[in-house]
């Protein structure tokens, strides 16, 4: 079945610490997406990938990193830098430019806790 | 002001009851529309997409008033499956791509 993979479910850090999510998909999308959830707020748009080796900031990039070398993978780095790293992350992808109607999928989410 | 705006509930309703949830949006370029629902810890999945000429699945019905930037879903026949969080999204870019702006969720709870 096709869907979008994040690994892992929950993960946790110590301060100063740097950790990568992962997020895999198989239903041949071009563009993908990072959000971070906070209690009562909106999902909020880190990165997004229109297409293999390129990517962009969203709303809010300072304290990460993103690279999008195979169209499959999105892996998302919450760097030292980040300064209230604790969210639920979640990666999504849709079908490329022009099929606005289709929405966005999203993976099951991993949620980070900074120790 | 928030670029989507939806009242966060909780609307307590029992079953079979009918219930409408609102959502305003600021961004008059906007494009394209959708309502997800979102279970406790959960990922949010697509309900449906909202089309300007109104269109219903089954037991929910969505509509969009471009003029008034409001949009709605009606859910009719209530289930206790039905209790969820249900967000509201626009697609706030006028090209093709997708830049979801997200709403804060209204919260329904269906009770026996």
């Known amino acids: 079945d096709g869907g979008i993979t994040q690994s892992p479910k929950y993960l946790f850090r110590k301060e100063g610490q740097n950790v990568t999510l992962s997020c895999e998909q198989n239903l041949n999308h071009d563009a993908m997406y990072w959000y971070r959830q906070d209690p009562g707020q909106g999902l909020r748009l880190i990165y997004y990938s229109q297409i293999v080796n390129d990517f962009q900031k969203g709303d809010i990039a300072e304290g990460y990193s993103v690279s999008r070398e195979k169209k499959e993978s999105f892996p998302l780095t919450v760097t030292s830098a980040q300064k209230n790293p604790t969210a639920f992350y979640l990666c999504?992808?849709?079908?490329?430019?022009?099929?606005?109607?289709?929405?966005?999928?999203f993976g099951p989410g991993t949620r980070l806790t900074v120790l | 002001r928030k670029e989507v705006e939806q009242d966060p509930g909780p609307f307590n309703v029992p079953e079979g009851a009918t219930v409408a949830f609102n959502c305003t949006y600021s961004?008059?370029?906007?494009?394209?529309f959708f309502w997800y629902r979102q279970d406790c810890r959960k990922e949010p999945k697509l309900l449906m997409s909202v089309y300007s000429s109104g269109n219903e699945d089954g037991r929910f019905t969505a509509q969009l008033n471009r003029a008034s930037q409001y949009i709605s879903l009606l859910i009719r026949d209530s289930k206790l499956s039905d209790s969820a969080t249900y967000l509201c999204v626009v697609n706030s870019m006028n090209t093709g791509f997708q830049k979801l702006v997200f709403g804060t969720g209204t919260r329904l709870l269906v009770s026996p």
């Open positions: 999504a992808s849709s079908i490329s430019r022009g099929q606005g109607l289709k929405g966005q999928f």
């Open positions: 961004n008059s370029a906007s494009q394209s």
